[in-house]
Protein backbone atom coordinates (compact mmCIF):
# COMPACT_ATOMS: atom_id res chain seq x y z
CA UNK A 1 0.00 0.00 0.00
CA UNK A 2 1.48 3.31 -1.05
CA UNK A 3 0.84 6.23 1.05
CA UNK A 4 1.03 9.37 -1.33
CA UNK A 5 1.55 13.07 0.07
CA UNK A 6 1.15 15.78 -2.19
CA UNK A 7 3.06 19.05 -2.08
CA UNK A 8 3.07 22.62 -3.34
CA UNK A 9 7.18 22.66 -3.99
CA UNK A 10 10.50 21.29 -2.97
CA UNK A 11 10.45 23.63 0.03
CA UNK A 12 7.18 22.77 1.57
CA UNK A 13 8.28 19.33 1.13
CA UNK A 14 11.32 18.68 2.61
CA UNK A 15 10.79 19.89 6.31
CA UNK A 16 7.86 17.77 6.29
CA UNK A 17 9.90 14.67 5.08
CA UNK A 18 12.78 15.27 6.96
CA UNK A 19 10.72 15.48 10.05
CA UNK A 20 8.94 11.76 9.05
CA UNK A 21 12.22 10.83 8.78
CA UNK A 22 13.29 11.74 11.98
CA UNK A 23 10.58 10.00 14.07
CA UNK A 24 11.13 7.01 12.28
CA UNK A 25 14.78 7.25 14.11
CA UNK A 26 13.61 8.04 17.02
CA UNK A 27 11.17 5.26 17.02
CA UNK A 28 13.99 2.52 16.61
CA UNK A 29 16.04 4.84 19.05
CA UNK A 30 13.54 4.44 21.78
CA UNK A 31 13.86 0.33 21.00
CA UNK A 32 17.51 -0.07 19.81
CA UNK A 33 21.41 0.47 20.59
CA UNK A 34 21.44 2.48 16.79
CA UNK A 35 19.36 3.22 13.67
CA UNK A 36 20.30 3.20 9.97
CA UNK A 37 19.62 5.46 7.97
CA UNK A 38 19.98 5.02 4.01
CA UNK A 39 19.69 8.19 1.48
CA UNK A 40 19.97 8.68 -2.01
CA UNK A 41 21.70 11.69 -3.93
CA UNK A 42 21.06 14.31 -6.65
CA UNK A 43 19.12 17.56 -6.02
CA UNK A 44 15.61 16.95 -4.70
CA UNK A 45 17.28 15.44 -1.31
CA UNK A 46 19.46 18.65 -0.49
CA UNK A 47 16.79 20.58 1.20
CA UNK A 48 15.40 17.55 3.33
CA UNK A 49 19.40 16.90 4.26
CA UNK A 50 19.24 20.53 5.55
CA UNK A 51 15.80 20.39 7.10
CA UNK A 52 16.96 16.61 8.47
CA UNK A 53 20.73 17.66 10.06
CA UNK A 54 18.79 20.16 12.26
CA UNK A 55 16.11 17.45 14.27
CA UNK A 56 16.74 16.66 17.63
CA UNK A 57 17.88 13.15 18.00
CA UNK A 58 20.62 10.99 19.77
CA UNK A 59 22.95 11.23 15.93
CA UNK A 60 25.88 9.45 17.50
CA UNK A 61 23.46 6.11 17.53
CA UNK A 62 22.78 6.91 14.29
CA UNK A 63 24.30 5.14 11.26
CA UNK A 64 23.66 7.01 7.78
CA UNK A 65 24.44 5.61 4.36
CA UNK A 66 23.69 6.00 0.52
CA UNK A 67 21.33 4.00 -1.62
CA UNK A 68 23.64 4.70 -4.66
CA UNK A 69 26.88 6.43 -5.41
CA UNK A 70 28.51 7.59 -8.66
CA UNK A 71 32.10 5.66 -8.50
CA UNK A 72 34.02 8.46 -8.34
CA UNK A 73 36.09 9.93 -4.82
CA UNK A 74 34.52 12.79 -2.96
CA UNK A 75 36.60 15.22 -4.62
CA UNK A 76 34.12 15.11 -7.74
CA UNK A 77 31.38 17.23 -8.05
CA UNK A 78 28.89 14.29 -8.87
CA UNK A 79 29.92 12.20 -5.61
CA UNK A 80 26.62 11.30 -3.13
CA UNK A 81 29.07 11.29 -0.39
CA UNK A 82 30.08 14.28 -0.62
CA UNK A 83 26.49 15.59 -0.83
CA UNK A 84 25.66 13.87 2.39
CA UNK A 85 28.47 15.04 3.87
CA UNK A 86 28.31 18.84 3.17
CA UNK A 87 24.42 18.61 3.44
CA UNK A 88 23.22 16.26 5.94
CA UNK A 89 26.07 15.50 8.13
CA UNK A 90 27.27 18.95 9.68
CA UNK A 91 25.58 20.57 13.01
CA UNK A 92 23.92 17.91 15.03
CA UNK A 93 23.93 15.37 12.27
CA UNK A 94 27.86 15.56 12.11
CA UNK A 95 27.55 12.93 15.39
CA UNK A 96 26.40 10.32 12.94
CA UNK A 97 28.14 7.60 11.34
CA UNK A 98 28.70 7.81 7.70
CA UNK A 99 29.38 4.28 5.65
CA UNK A 100 30.33 5.58 1.74
CA UNK A 101 30.06 2.92 -0.90
CA UNK A 102 32.96 4.01 -3.14
CA UNK A 103 35.66 2.21 -1.50
CA UNK A 104 38.22 3.36 -3.81
CA UNK A 105 38.15 0.38 -5.64
CA UNK A 106 39.01 0.76 -9.54
CA UNK A 107 35.69 -0.23 -10.30
CA UNK A 108 32.11 -0.70 -8.43
CA UNK A 109 32.46 -4.82 -9.76
CA UNK A 110 35.44 -5.06 -7.53
CA UNK A 111 33.87 -3.88 -4.55
CA UNK A 112 30.42 -5.39 -3.67
CA UNK A 113 32.50 -8.04 -1.55
CA UNK A 114 33.51 -5.57 0.68
CA UNK A 115 30.13 -3.85 0.45
CA UNK A 116 28.19 -6.81 1.56
CA UNK A 117 30.17 -6.86 4.75
CA UNK A 118 29.84 -3.27 5.25
CA UNK A 119 26.14 -3.53 5.38
CA UNK A 120 26.03 -6.99 7.67
CA UNK A 121 27.45 -4.78 10.06
CA UNK A 122 24.52 -2.41 9.73
CA UNK A 123 21.92 -2.16 12.49
CA UNK A 124 19.37 -2.91 10.33
CA UNK A 125 16.43 -3.17 9.13
CA UNK A 126 16.84 0.27 8.14
CA UNK A 127 14.61 3.07 10.18
CA UNK A 128 14.16 5.04 6.76
CA UNK A 129 15.63 4.71 3.67
CA UNK A 130 14.66 7.69 0.80
CA UNK A 131 14.42 6.81 -2.60
CA UNK A 132 14.77 9.58 -5.68
CA UNK A 133 13.15 8.87 -8.94
CA UNK A 134 14.72 10.07 -12.51
CA UNK A 135 12.37 10.98 -15.43
CA UNK A 136 13.34 7.75 -16.85
CA UNK A 137 11.73 5.95 -13.82
CA UNK A 138 15.09 4.96 -12.60
CA UNK A 139 15.25 4.64 -8.52
CA UNK A 140 18.75 4.28 -6.81
CA UNK A 141 20.94 3.95 -9.54
CA UNK A 142 18.38 0.51 -10.69
CA UNK A 143 18.25 2.35 -14.28
CA UNK A 144 15.57 0.34 -17.51
CA UNK A 145 19.03 0.67 -19.78
CA UNK A 146 21.27 -1.32 -16.70
CA UNK A 147 22.56 -4.09 -18.49
CA UNK A 148 22.18 -6.15 -14.92
CA UNK A 149 18.79 -4.59 -13.62
CA UNK A 150 17.35 -7.98 -13.28
CA UNK A 151 20.35 -8.56 -10.90
CA UNK A 152 19.17 -5.14 -9.34
CA UNK A 153 15.73 -6.23 -9.15
CA UNK A 154 16.45 -9.55 -7.58
CA UNK A 155 13.45 -11.03 -8.70
CA UNK A 156 12.21 -13.22 -5.74
CA UNK A 157 15.14 -12.56 -3.84
CA UNK A 158 15.46 -11.95 -0.14
CA UNK A 159 18.47 -9.70 1.62
CA UNK A 160 20.23 -13.46 2.68
CA UNK A 161 20.63 -14.81 -0.64
CA UNK A 162 20.81 -11.03 -2.54
CA UNK A 163 24.15 -8.96 -2.34
CA UNK A 164 23.22 -5.40 -0.93
CA UNK A 165 24.75 -3.24 -3.45
CA UNK A 166 25.49 -4.22 -7.58
CA UNK A 167 27.64 -2.12 -9.71
CA UNK A 168 25.60 -1.27 -12.54
CA UNK A 169 28.15 -0.61 -15.74
CA UNK A 170 26.64 1.10 -18.95
CA UNK A 171 23.60 2.19 -17.26
CA UNK A 172 24.05 5.90 -17.39
CA UNK A 173 27.18 7.68 -18.83
CA UNK A 174 30.31 9.01 -17.53
CA UNK A 175 30.28 7.10 -14.77
CA UNK A 176 29.85 3.39 -13.28
CA UNK A 177 27.32 3.55 -10.59
CA UNK A 178 26.78 0.75 -7.35
CA UNK A 179 23.17 0.85 -6.38
CA UNK A 180 21.74 -1.02 -3.59
CA UNK A 181 19.73 -4.08 -5.04
CA UNK A 182 16.03 -3.88 -4.32
CA UNK A 183 15.52 -6.69 -1.75
CA UNK A 184 17.63 -4.63 0.27
CA UNK A 185 16.15 -1.37 -0.72
CA UNK A 186 13.21 -2.87 0.67
CA UNK A 187 14.95 -4.24 3.91
CA UNK A 188 13.53 -1.37 5.84
CA UNK A 189 10.45 -0.19 8.60
CA UNK A 190 9.66 3.01 5.58
CA UNK A 191 10.72 3.57 2.53
CA UNK A 192 10.15 6.95 1.06
CA UNK A 193 10.00 8.20 -2.49
CA UNK A 194 10.28 11.97 -3.04
CA UNK A 195 10.31 13.52 -6.69
CA UNK A 196 9.01 17.22 -7.74
CA UNK A 197 7.95 18.54 -11.27
CA UNK A 198 5.14 17.80 -13.79
CA UNK A 199 6.81 15.50 -15.81
CA UNK A 200 7.77 13.20 -12.91
CA UNK A 201 4.11 13.34 -11.84
CA UNK A 202 3.55 11.62 -14.89
CA UNK A 203 6.58 8.81 -14.94
CA UNK A 204 5.13 8.03 -11.37
CA UNK A 205 1.58 7.81 -12.12
CA UNK A 206 3.07 4.88 -14.83
CA UNK A 207 4.74 3.38 -12.15
CA UNK A 208 2.37 3.45 -9.97
CA UNK A 209 0.13 0.95 -12.61
CA UNK A 210 2.09 -2.00 -11.99
CA UNK A 211 5.71 -3.60 -11.82
CA UNK A 212 7.63 -3.12 -15.40
CA UNK A 213 11.34 -2.99 -16.21
CA UNK A 214 10.35 0.33 -18.06
CA UNK A 215 10.39 1.92 -14.58
CA UNK A 216 12.35 0.62 -12.27
CA UNK A 217 10.65 2.16 -9.36
CA UNK A 218 7.84 0.65 -10.13
CA UNK A 219 8.91 -2.36 -8.46
CA UNK A 220 8.78 -0.61 -5.42
CA UNK A 221 5.24 0.87 -5.35
CA UNK A 222 4.28 -2.75 -6.65
CA UNK A 223 5.05 -4.78 -3.60
CA UNK A 224 3.53 -5.14 -0.05
CA UNK A 225 6.13 -5.98 2.12
CA UNK A 226 7.67 -2.37 2.85
CA UNK A 227 5.22 0.38 3.83
CA UNK A 228 6.28 3.43 1.39
CA UNK A 229 5.16 7.17 1.45
CA UNK A 230 5.63 9.14 -1.87
CA UNK A 231 6.42 12.66 -0.92
CA UNK A 232 5.36 14.70 -4.12
CA UNK A 233 6.40 17.95 -5.27
CA UNK A 234 3.69 19.31 -7.85
CA UNK A 235 6.02 22.23 -8.87
O1 LIG B 1 22.69 9.13 -7.44
C1 LIG B 1 21.62 9.60 -7.86
O2 LIG B 1 21.53 10.43 -8.80
C2 LIG B 1 20.32 9.27 -7.18
O3 LIG B 1 20.40 8.35 -6.24
C3 LIG B 1 19.26 9.05 -8.21
O4 LIG B 1 18.57 7.84 -8.15
C4 LIG B 1 18.29 10.20 -7.98
O5 LIG B 1 17.50 9.91 -6.82
C5 LIG B 1 17.39 10.44 -9.16
O6 LIG B 1 18.19 10.53 -10.31
C6 LIG B 1 16.61 11.74 -8.97
O7 LIG B 1 17.54 12.79 -8.91
P1 LIG B 1 17.06 14.32 -8.65
O8 LIG B 1 16.56 14.36 -7.24
O9 LIG B 1 18.30 15.13 -8.86
O10 LIG B 1 15.97 14.59 -9.64
Redesign the pocket.
Known sequence: MVDIRWFDDNPSLAPALAAAVADDLRAVLQKEPHAALAV??????VPVFEALRGEDLDWARVVVT?????WVPETDP?S?AALVKTHLLQGRAAAARFVPLYTGDGSAREAEGALAAAFNGLPLPFAALI?????DG?????FPASPNLDAGLAPGGSVADTPPCLAQVGAVAPTE?M?MTLPWILHARRVYL????AG?ADVFAAALAGPSRQYPVSFVLAQTQTPVTVFAARN
Open positions: SGGRSPLVDERANLGMGDHTASLRSQFGGK
